[in-house]
C-alpha cells in the first residue's frame, strides 16, 4: 500500500516526552546512556549465545531472539526521540512517521508472543521435562517463532494499514515522542471509528491471549512446584522462571496501562511515561534480568572474557 493520503498535513511535529526546557539536557543524557546500555547488552548478549555451544539451547534460542527484537525494537524511535531533546522542532515526515509505526507495532507483537513461547518453554521444561527435547525441538521452536513474527506483520500492516486511510488537516502535532497509534488518532479530522475497534480487537487479542496463555503455563508451573517435596528443587524451579515473570510483568503492565485507557490529552500524558518502560526502559533491562539471574549466561560470559583476555595477553607477549 502507497504511503499517501487525501490529507493536507505532509509531516508531522513531535511533542516529545517533555516541553520543560531544563529538562532537556538531563533527559537527553539519561536517555542517550539508556540506549547505549540497551544496544551493548542486547548485542552483547546475542553474540554470547551465538558463540557458546552451551547455550545452544531452546531456551537460550528464544533469549537469542527477544535480544534481537529488544535491539530492533529500541532503534526504530530512540534517536528521533533524542533528536527531540536537543532540537527545536522535530520533525519527521507523512511516510517517516508511517514507518516507524509500522516497525513499532511489529517488534512491539513480535516481542508479546515471543515472551509466551518463552512461558510455555519454562512449562515444559519443569512439568514435562523427560519430553522437553522433543516438545521444544529445533524445529518446533522456529515454527513458534516464525508464527511471532507473522503476528506481529498482521497487526503492524492492520494499524498502519488503516492510520493510511484517515485524513490530516491542520494539526499536526503529536502529543508523544513517537508516532503511536493513539496520538495520531487525536489528530485525524476524519472519522478514527474504525481504527479504534481495529486498535481494541488487535490490541486486545495481542495481549490477552499471551497474557492468558502465560498465566495458564505459570499457573500449572506453580502447581508442579508445590509438588515438589525439597527445598532446593522448589528453589530451582523457581530461578529459572523469575526473571521471565519479572519480563512478563514489566512489558504487559506498562503496555496495558497505555492501550487500555480512554484517549484523552490527561492519559496521553500518562501514557508517555508509561510507555517509557516499555520502549525504552524494558529493553534495556530484559538482558541484565537474564544476565544477573542465569548461571549458564555468568559462565558462558566468563569462559568468553577469560578466552579473549588470553588471546590479547598472548598478542602482546
Given amino acids: 500500500m502507497p504511503l499517501t493520503n487525501a490529507s493536507s498535513v505532509t509531516e508531522f511535529i513531535l511533542a516529545g516526552l517533555t516541553d520543560q526546557p531544563d529538562l532537556q539536557l538531563p533527559l537527553f543524557l ?9 544496544i551493548a547488552s542486547n548485542l552483547g548478549l546475542i553474540i554470547l549465545i ?50 516507524q509505526l509500522y516497525f513499532f507495532s511489529f517488534f512491539a507483537v513480535s516481542e508479546c ?19 522437553y527435547n522433543v516438545t521444544m525441538s529445533h524445529q518446533i521452536c522456529s515454527w513458534l517463532l516464525g508464527g511471532a513474527y507473522v503476528m506481529g506483520i498482521v497487526s503492524a500492516m ?19 515522542y513517537m508516532c503511536d497509534i493513539l496520538p495520531l488518532l487525536q489528530l485525524s479530522c476524519t472519522s478514527t471509528y474504525v481504527n479504534e475497534l481495529v486498535v481494541f480487537i488487535v ?14 503455563s505459570y499457573a500449572l508451573i506453580l502447581s508442579s512446584i508445590l509438588n515438589i517435596t525439597s527445598t532446593e528443587g522448589r528453589s530451582k524451579a523457581f530461578s ?49 534480568i537474564y544476565c544477573l539471574r542465569s548461571k549458564d549466561v555468568q559462565t558462558a560470559l566468563r569462559k568468553t572474557l577469560r578466552r579473549m583476555f588470553s588471546r590479547i595477553g598472548a598478542g602482546f607477549s
Fill in 30 to 38: 539519561l536517555f542517550l546512556g539508556i540506549y547505549i546500555v540497551t
Fill in 113 to 131: 508472543y515471543v515472551l509466551t513461547i518463552m512461558a510455555y518453554d519454562r512449562y515444559v521444561a519443569i512439568c514435562n521435562p523427560l519430553l
Fill in 203 to 216: 490490541v486486545g487479542t495481542n495481549i490477552i491471549m499471551p497474557s492468558v496463555t502465560i498465566f495458564t
Fill in 240 to 288: 529459572t522462571c523469575s526473571s521471565h515473570i519479572v519480563v512478563v510483568a514489566f512489558f504487559f503492565g506498562s503496555a496495558t496501562f497505555m492501550y487500555f485507557k480512554p484517549p484523552s490529552t490527561g492519559s496521553m500524558n500518562e501514557g508517555k511515561v508509561s510507555s517509557v518502560f516499555y520502549t525504552n526502559v524494558g529493553p534495556m533491562l530484559n538482558p541484565l
Fill in 50 to 99: 551465538a558463540i557458546n555451544s552451551q547455550l545452544h539451547t531452546p531456551m537460550y534460542y528464544l533469549l537469542f531472539n527477544l535480544s534481537f527484537i529488544d535491539l530492533c525494537y529500541s532503534s526504530v524511535f530512540t534517536p528521533k526521540m533524542l533528536m527531540n531533546f536537543v532540537s527545536k522542532e522535530n520533525i519527521i515526515s507523512y511516510s517517516g512517521c508511517m514507518a
Fill in 158 to 176: 492492520a494499524h498502519t494499514g488503516c492510520m493510511l486511510r484517515l485524513s490530516f488537516c491542520d494539526d499536526n502535532i503529536i502529543n508523544h
